[in-house]
């Protein structure tokens, strides 16, 4: 409504939302991703001339390299006769002012880079942090405190079994010998709470029994994270 804009009711249309996946590994361009679609709607000529793309920032589309962002994702879209308006600043980036006002030509690729120098700060602050954490599980120090099984806790700076742990070892036994059909209702009998506070339910005992935290294995995100 700020910028005079009226979004539209096609159903046709409702595809075309990035649901903000990477944009600085390109996830979002990939097959079936969110500006992957709107990318593949560019060139089969479902957005062009007189059609808008409203958008947080810049940065929301592209944090590649700086050429290599403007030659896969944000020229096509420009080039498409496409208009992006910026929520951020109310922008309006449109082919015929870039081609004619060299001012914005130069905001236009200044914040393009901006956005690619951001993501590459963001890569070097988390390459730096997982060094750090590694150091830290090498020395035995508790990391992701707040992710840990239910029978663990920190205790200054080393990892100690909690009083939950009492549970969590009955929940085992009787998974042993009763099965998970019964275990709810052995262990709200016995008084036992969940993780929560909460009463036992089959869901919640199977939703325990699967996470491999519960034997003491750490979820990481890839095999070098």
Sequence with gaps: QQNGLTLSAD??????????????????LK???GMGR????VRDGRLGKGDVLLVEDLSRLSRLEILDGL???????IRSGLVIVTLEDNARLEQDTLNSDAGALIGFVYKAQAAAHYAAKLKRYG??????NRKQILDGQPVGAGWAAEWRTVKGDRWEISPYAATVKRLLEILWTEGSGRASQILNAEGHLSPKGLAWTQSNVLRLIKNPAIWGARQIAAADY
Excluded: C, W, Y
């Design 11 to 28: 159903e046709g249309f409702r595809d075309l939302i990035d649901d903000g996946k990477s944009a600085s590994k390109g996830v979002h």
């Design 31 to 33: 097959a079936g991703a």
């Design 38 to 41: 709107i990318l593949q709607a």
């Design 71 to 77: 030659e896969t994702v944000l020229l096509p879209l």
């Design 127 to 132: 390459l730096k942090h997982r060094e750090q």
